[in-house]
């Protein structure tokens, strides 16, 4: 049993972690009228909100995700109500997605809920330890998957 990770080994602490903010996040949209919004939309809704109507390969590239889980992500949201799909003009073979209204209503909230569950982590923490903790995810964002680096 000695080979197997601690519930300290970092990779567990990560994937805990982001299932722990991932249910904070969904409890605050819930909390603020806002159910129907997964935590996993914001791979959509964020790019999204910087730059609307991009293609669904931009997308999937800005989330850094499989396009062909974009795909199923934007299927989902559209579901949902909070994109749209359109043939890309240019292109026929490709989409562009666009925000509705409804994502256009929650474009302020995402914010607060942002900004609330900051706060809540620097009430808990020290601002130091948090900045060392939001470089840290950082870099790990940014790693390689080559392993030759």
């Not at 199923?72 to 994109?83: K, M, Y």
């Not at 130091?128 to 903790?133: E, F, G, I, K, R």
Request: hydrophobic share 45%; aromatic share 6%.
């Amino acid at each position: 049993m000695e080979d197997l990770p601690e519930r300290t080994d970092l990779g567990y602490l990560l994937a805990r972690a982001s299932q722990r903010w991932d249910a904070l996040l969904a409890e605050r949209c819930k909390a603020h009228g806002f159910p129907e919004v997964r935590p996993a939309f914001g791979s959509i809704l964020l790019p999204l909100f910087h730059e609307d109507g991009l293609r669904m390969g931009d997308l999937a590239d800005r989330a850094r995700i499989a396009k062909q889980s974009m795909t199923t992500l934007v299927r989902d949201a559209a579901a949902a109500g909070l994109v749209a799909r359109e043939i890309d003009q240019e292109d026929g073979r490709s989409q562009r997605v666009w925000l509705t209204s409804r994502a256009e209503e929650f474009r302020p909230v995402a914010r607060l809920i942002l900004d609330e569950m900051w706060e809540r982590l620097v009430d808990e923490n020290d601002p130091a330890s948090v900045d060392v903790l939001v470089r840290s995810l950082a870099t790990i964002k940014g790693l390689s998957l080559n392993q030759d680096r």
